[in-house]
């Protein structure tokens, strides 16, 4: 999906996540000038989509998506549990089991009985604790305003690994360093990942109410209906709420 993220408007879609398929969308939907006046672009860690980003818009400058790589870090948070939960014997399995989308789950956003069922958790399983506080350190990335900022915390993060006995969190932190310049881009290119994240919902949404699309054509232009924003003016807020006289042709 290829999207504007300065109008939260969808622009194309292609059919599969294969790199030529990226490079025709893009080549297709933005002309040559449109192409050099692109700075940013906000995309996963897909190989393809990296090299097809590269060859075509070879003025803009990659921004790792900040909930794709929590999303990596909540998979090494998750695979640490399912460890735990078969070696640490009953008492873990006492305070652990059912407990996978709570420990997944923001410290920020719990409350009352939540937070006193995790840290129930974290008494029983300290190396989950010490793993669950470096996943909520992550989100400090995108904090820092400068590039070296960035990369002299994640150094940090990862020297407080040393004799941790976490492998899942050492593999996620190997993984962080090398895709460390997209992450650290955002210093220069603050994009809204809010509006990323609206654009995949919305996009989810439509497919969900459609029950599934075969025709492309049609699913483009739901999107576009979905996330056009018409009213950009006065005069179309006056155009949206006056009542629209109803015509039969009968």
């Not at 929590?70 to 407990?99: I, V, W």
């Not at 699309?213 to 739901?222: F, G, I, P, S, T």
């Amino acid at each position: 999906m290829l999207s504007d993220l300065v109008r939260g408007e969808v622009i194309g879609l292609a059919k599969d996540r294969r790199e030529d398929s990226l490079r025709t969308l893009v080549t297709t939907c933005l002309d040559a000038h449109q192409r050099a006046a692109v700075d940013a672009v906000c995309t996963d860690m897909h190989r393809p989509y990296l090299n097809a980003v590269r060859e075509t818009l070879p003025r803009a400058e990659v921004v790792f998506d900040k909930f794709h790589v929590l999303q990596h870090a909540s998979a090494a948070l998750d695979e640490m549990r399912r460890q735990e939960f078969f070696r640490s014997g009953p008492a873990m399995r006492e305070h652990g089991r059912g407990k996978r989308w709570l420990l997944l789950r923001r410290w920020k956003t719990l409350r009352g009985s939540k937070r006193a069922e995790l840290q129930a958790l974290f008494t029983a399983n300290r190396r989950l604790f010490k793993a669950y506080v470096l996943r909520e350190q992550l989100d400090r990335l995108w904090t820092y305003k400068t590039r070296p900022g960035v990369l002299n915390f994640l150094l940090g993060w990862i020297a407080a690994l040393r004799w941790q006995r976490l492998p899942e969190m050492e593999r996620l932190g190997d993984f962080l360093f090398r895709h460390v310049e997209g992450i650290a881009a955002y210093a220069d290119h603050h994009v809204r990942f809010g509006v990323v994240e609206a654009i995949n919902t919305t996009i989810k949404a439509v497919l969900r109410r459609a029950r599934g699309m075969r025709n492309e054509q049609m699913l483009l232009l739901k999107l576009k209906w979905a996330t056009a924003h018409p009213i950009r003016s006065a005069r179309d807020l006056a155009r949206f709420l006056m009542p629209q006289t109803l015509y039969s042709n009968r």
